[in-house]
């Protein structure tokens, strides 16, 4: 079955087209509303000579017919060109580009739809920091007298703020479905246990076979040794994000990404907060410089006490009417050094993958710590150190960066190969972001590892910072507490990495990381036109303050007529 809708559009509102040009037949990108153009059920746009848009409706079984067929147009011998095992947002993402590739695509959940990201991680949690952030601008009398406003004393309902949380996350989760289902990949409920080469079984029974398989298992949380999770006293993030009740007191184990948005969403609720932290100093996974000022904003200020170098050898849940207890032993001499009672522990200590039950030992491929290993294509290698055929592994399963868009890009990254296109992905230019109160975002190398880098290579490394007090819209905010760190090369003007504190940080860092994708050189990147006045020159002074040595001369060697 297939159908076409003729779209006019009047010659005056186009630029005219020359005749017989290439480009009067190629294929139109239409997004509608930020979503695929699959989702509405248009699979191809093209423009005639004659400013007329023909855009071509496929029905969905129509495309898998077609996708199931081998190169010469015969049969595929397989039931998938390509099968995912797991259903989070790195397998969704390997989904939706295979079917724009034309790949016959199927995807195995032995959960529900958004892994862990849309149902107890990067979703839900949003709504609880949404919620924390408006608590602080309602608590923040001197804030608000700033800006000549009067506001009563602020609430909130802790069952109407979980429900929040709880409804964005199904809102999420049937959107991930629904446009699976409508773009034709093939839903296949069970857990998928890989047989043997390009063979699975989903479920108890079901036998499936495909060209390429991507394994997308994802992580739990990990809760080290001698911690006893009762999921009401000492909770993981997954019962947290559920938000059953908020403690007077609070311990949080772990001060990295996970801790520090927990402790801008309890304090904001009126808990009191001690991190322990198993290293000398918080925030170790930040750039120090950045993690210093962070500390003096997020956590100094705020009702957060803190333990540095300790381990919580020994957690004990609440039970009859005594509190939780913690025993707390120095990291180095493994000495008890102090013992905690609190209302409640929350372990954000990191997560491990989820990769028990796979069949790995089907294809000889032995773990690494519960990590697959990978190549640098994601390439799945076996125990003798080979390449395993036609199967990958993305996300947190692999270990790489943990991270649900990382996982989504790689998995778009192995549609390219399986399709073709050679491809690695830069993992140096993926983003990362805390969203607390204010934002922290970062992409690159912090300063001391390019420093490393720099010494072991034999380059110079400079650095170049803004304050957000010199940003108009901060300041018209009455949000100037902020910094961007610029690290980068002198002599050529590469961006090494760049680090961001401030209000919307989480937003502005891209502009750095597609510049290190792409592989903008700051002497480019210093040509860019930023509108004023919006947050995103603090980016543009970022860059207009970095001294590139005189020789180095832009990649922009003509002007370009607009």
Same mark, same amino acid.
């Given at each position: 079955?297939?159908?076409?809708?003729?779209?006019?559009?009047?010659?005056?509102?186009?630029?005219?087209?020359?005749?017989?040009?290439?480009?009067?037949?190629?294929?139109?990108?239409?997004?509608?509303? %930020?979503?695929?153009?699959?989702?509405?059920?248009?699979?191809?746009?093209?423009?005639?000579?004659?400013?007329?848009?023909?855009?071509?409706?496929?029905?969905?079984?129509?495309?898998?017919?077609?996708?199931?067929?081998?190169?010469?147009?015969?049969?595929?011998?397989?039931?998938?060109?390509?099968?995912?095992?797991?259903?989070?947002?790195?397998?969704?993402?390997?989904?939706?580009?295979?079917?724009?590739?034309?790949?016959?695509?199927?995807?195995?959940?032995?959960?529900?739809?958004?892994?862990?990201?849309?149902?107890?991680?990067?979703?839900?949690?949003?709504?609880?920091?949404?919620?924390?952030?408006?608590?602080?601008?309602?608590?923040?009398?001197?804030?608000?007298?700033?800006?000549?406003?009067?506001?009563?004393?602020?609430?909130?309902?802790?069952?109407?703020?979980?429900?929040?949380?709880?409804?964005?996350?199904?809102?999420?989760?049937?959107?991930?479905?629904?446009?699976?289902?409508?773009?034709?990949?093939?839903?296949?409920?069970?857990?998928?246990?890989?047989?043997?080469?390009?063979?699975?079984?989903?479920?108890?029974?079901?036998?499936?076979?495909?060209?390429?398989?991507?394994?997308? $298992?994802?992580?739990?949380?990990?809760?080290?040794?001698?911690?006893?999770?009762?999921?009401?006293?000492?909770?993981?993030?997954?019962?947290?994000?559920?938000?059953?009740?908020? +403690?007077?007191?609070?311990?949080?184990? %772990?001060?990295?990404?996970?801790?520090?948005?927990?402790?801008?969403?309890?304090?904001?609720?009126?808990?009191?907060?001690?991190?322990?932290?198993?290293?000398?100093?918080?925030?170790?996974?930040?750039?120090?410089?950045?993690?210093?000022?962070?500390?003096?904003?997020?956590?100094?200020?705020?009702?957060?006490?803190? &333990?540095?170098?300790?381990?919580?050898?020994?957690?004990?849940?609440?039970?009859?009417?005594?509190?939780? $207890?913690?025993?707390?032993?120095?990291?180095?001499?493994?000495?008890?050094?102090?013992?905690?009672?609190?209302?409640?522990?929350?372990?954000?200590?990191?997560?491990?993958?989820?990769?028990?039950?796979?069949?790995?030992?089907?294809?000889?491929?032995?773990?690494?710590?519960?990590?697959?290993?990978?190549?640098?294509?994601?390439?799945?290698?076996?125990?003798?150190?080979?390449?395993? +055929?036609?199967?990958?592994?993305?996300?947190?399963?692999?270990?790489?960066?943990?991270?649900?868009?990382?996982?989504?890009?790689?998995?778009?990254?192995?549609?390219?190969?399986?399709?073709?296109?050679?491809?690695?992905?830069?993992?140096?230019?993926?983003?990362?972001?805390?969203?607390?109160?204010?934002?922290?975002?970062?992409?690159?190398? $912090?300063? +001391?590892?390019?420093?490393?880098?720099?010494?072991?290579?034999?380059?110079?490394?400079?650095?170049?910072?803004?304050?957000?007090?010199?940003?108009?819209?901060?300041?018209?905010?009455?949000?100037?507490?902020?910094?961007?760190?610029?690290?980068?090369?002198?002599?050529?003007?590469?961006?090494?990495?760049?680090?961001?504190?401030?209000?919307?940080?989480?937003?502005?860092? &891209?502009?750095?990381?597609?510049?290190?994708?792409?592989?903008?050189?700051?002497?480019?990147?210093?040509?860019?036109?930023?509108?004023?006045?919006?947050?995103?020159?603090?980016?543009?002074?970022?860059?207009?303050?970095?001294?590139?040595?005189?020789?180095?001369?832009?990649?922009?060697?003509?002007?370009?007529?607009?």
């Amino acid at each position: 079955m297939h159908s076409s809708i003729s779209l006019s559009i009047s010659s005056s509102s186009l630029t005219p087209l020359r005749s017989n040009s290439p480009a009067d037949f190629a294929p139109i990108n239409l997004r509608f509303c %930020g979503l695929r153009r699959e989702a509405f059920g248009f699979s191809s746009l093209k423009r005639s000579h004659f400013n007329r848009l023909h855009i071509s409706v496929a029905s969905s079984s129509s495309r898998k017919v077609s996708a199931a067929l081998s190169a010469n147009g015969s049969p595929s011998k397989f039931d998938y060109d390509l099968l995912i095992i797991g259903a989070g947002v790195g397998g969704h993402g390997a989904a939706l580009h295979a079917v724009e590739k034309g790949l016959k695509t199927a995807i195995v959940e032995g959960d529900v739809v958004g892994g862990t990201c849309v149902n107890r991680g990067c979703v839900p949690s949003k709504a609880l920091l949404a919620v924390s952030g408006r608590m602080r601008e309602l608590q923040n009398e001197h804030h608000l007298k700033a800006l000549g406003l009067q506001v009563s004393a602020a609430g909130y309902d802790r069952q109407g703020v979980a429900d929040h949380a709880n409804n964005l996350a199904s809102k999420i989760r049937s959107n991930l479905t629904n446009s699976m289902k409508a773009l034709g990949v093939d839903i296949l409920t069970g857990v998928g246990t890989i047989l043997g080469p390009q063979k699975v079984q989903v479920g108890s029974d079901k036998i499936v076979t495909a060209k390429d398989i991507i394994i997308a $298992t994802g992580s739990v949380p990990f809760v080290p040794k001698g911690i006893e999770v009762d999921g009401k006293t000492v909770i993981t993030s997954d019962h947290a994000l559920k938000l059953e009740f908020v +403690p007077d007191w609070i311990a949080i184990v %772990g001060s990295g990404y996970i801790g520090l948005e927990f402790s801008d969403v309890y304090t904001a609720l009126g808990s009191e907060v001690t991190f322990i932290e198993a290293l000398d100093q918080l925030m170790p996974g930040f750039d120090p410089e950045i993690g210093k000022l962070a500390q003096r904003v997020l956590i100094n200020p705020r009702k957060i006490d803190y &333990h540095t170098g300790v381990f919580a050898s020994k957690i004990t849940p609440a039970k009859d009417g005594k509190p939780v $207890t913690i025993e707390l032993i120095d990291a180095k001499t493994k000495e008890l050094k102090d013992t905690l009672e609190v209302d409640a522990a929350l372990i954000a200590t990191g997560r491990a993958p989820f990769t028990n039950g796979l069949g790995l030992e089907n294809i000889n491929v032995a773990t690494q710590r519960g990590f697959i290993p990978v190549d640098e294509r994601m390439k799945v290698i076996d125990a003798n150190g080979k390449l395993v +055929p036609h199967v990958y592994c993305i996300g947190d399963a692999n270990g790489k960066m943990m991270l649900a868009h990382a996982a989504s890009a790689q998995g778009i990254s192995v549609v390219e190969q399986v399709t073709g296109r050679d491809h690695v992905l830069n993992h140096l230019s993926i983003p990362a972001a805390c969203f607390t109160h204010p934002e922290i975002s970062m992409v690159g190398l $912090t300063e +001391p590892q390019a420093r490393e880098k720099a010494q072991k290579e034999g380059f110079e490394v400079s650095v170049a910072k803004t304050s957000f007090k010199a940003n108009t819209k901060a300041l018209a905010e009455n949000e100037g507490e902020g910094l961007a760190k610029l690290i980068y090369r002198p002599d050529n003007g590469e961006i090494l990495g760049v680090h961001i504190f401030g209000l919307h940080a989480a937003d502005l860092i &891209h502009e750095a990381s597609n510049a290190i994708a792409l592989g903008t050189r700051i002497q480019d990147i210093k040509l860019a036109v930023h509108a004023h006045p919006t947050l995103s020159e603090v980016l543009d002074e970022l860059f207009k303050s970095a001294k590139v040595e005189a020789h180095v001369s832009s990649a922009v060697s003509e002007p370009i007529a607009v």
